[in-house]
């Protein structure tokens, strides 16, 4: 456990440091290259005033992370570190977060092209996920990571669904991708939520005695809270979707890792109401015109109630915590 308070220190330390000083240099060259959101006309009317912020800010903690994650890895694997499966499956992870982030990145880079808030379009951006999502399925598979064998939350009890386990695994995880990035919508909100997440994964991380887990998680807790420095109400700059499909894909990748992957149903619930609020507002109008929120995704529903930003993120943070403490109960 020595190795693990060592690394999960020095990892979100530096992780932490080196975000909120790349995040402070990036700021000035995005707003030189013109890189500002562009809001959409449906969104709340006062959201117009943070048009021209910087966007794409997520690249600050994508490089970061990513690089410490890889380091640790490599440290791991030369000082011979026994589990190596455990490893492969922390570098696998650290690839489907890297990936989606690349995504995310060409969204991000499409969207300042053409000046407007529409980048690849939902079927192009959903089939790059799930080749993502695919080719860590392939490389977990092949190290012997997953074994088509689903086990329920706080029970003994384990359902063997073979070929169908991948997919729903696959749904999983570019669901989870996408309700992460649709999380993404007020200043502060995502980033905050992820600090909550990616703290729960550490301690799951030493429950399970899962290093490599603690290492991304470490990473993932550093990076927000050094991008929620520059992001926090009223924000000067926007993770973009380079930020949130990258977060998107490292708490995808990192439920597997815990064993119970689909736990995240649980601990990530605001994720997922984020999620089901736009299919519901969206499906309802199509069948009655008549919408069940004030807007979707859920988040702006209580902002269009009078809900300020900064309350929204506090008690969405809230409710992510006391889920993540009952799904604690199920390791």
């Keep these: 456990m020595k190795d693990f308070t060592l690394y999960f220190g020095a990892t979100a330390f530096l ?18 290259k013109k890189m500002g959101q562009k809001i959409l006309e449906i969104g709340p009317r006062w959201h ?64 300042l092209r053409k000046k407007e808030n529409e980048g690849l379009t939902a079927p192009q951006k959903y089939v790059l996920q799930l080749i993502c999502a695919s080719l ?34 696959l749904i999983l995880i570019t669901g989870i991708v996408n309700s992460v990035n649709l999380t993404d919508g007020i200043d502060g909100l995502l980033s905050m939520i992820s600090l909550v997440v990616a703290a729960f994964l550490i301690v799951v991380g030493y429950r399970i005695e899962n290093l490599p887990l603690v290492i991304l998680a470490s990473g993932a807790l550093g990076g927000a809270l050094g991008f929620l420095v520059y992001n926090y109400h009223p924000a000067r700059v926007f993770m973009g979707d380079t930020g949130s499909l990258f977060f998107g894909g490292l708490f995808a990748g990192a439920a597997f890792m815990t064993g119970q992957p689909f736990l995240i149903l649980l601990y990530g619930i605001v994720f997922i109401c984020e999620s089901f609020s736009v299919i519901l507002q969206v499906g309802c109008y199509k069948l009655t015109k008549k919408r069940i929120f004030r807007m979707s995704p859920i988040h702006h529903h209580f902002e269009m109630g009078g809900w300020g930003e900064l309350k929204i993120g506090y008690v969405f943070s809230f409710v992510t915590l006391l889920a993540c403490i009952l799904s604690y109960f199920a390791f």
Excluded: H, W
């Excluded at 690089?67 to 650290?94: C, I, W």
């Design 15 to 32: 992780s932490f440091l080196l975000t909120a000083v790349f995040t402070r240099r990036l700021i000035p060259v995005l707003k030189s």
């Design 48 to 111: 117009k005033s943070k048009e021209g912020t910087p966007t794409m800010g997520g690249l600050s903690f994508y490089c970061v992370v990513t690089v410490l994650s890889a380091a640790a890895f490599a440290v791991l694997a030369l000082t011979g570190f026994e589990d190596k499966k455990l490893l492969l499956s922390g570098v696998l992870t650290l690839f489907l977060a890297a990936s989606n982030g690349a995504v995310g990145m060409i969204d991000d880079r499409q969207k």
């Design 136 to 169: 860590y399925l392939a490389g977990m598979k092949a190290a012997g990571l997953i074994d088509g064998i689903l086990r329920i939350p706080f029970t003994e009890l384990t359902l063997d669904l073979g070929f169908f386990y991948f997919f729903l695994a």
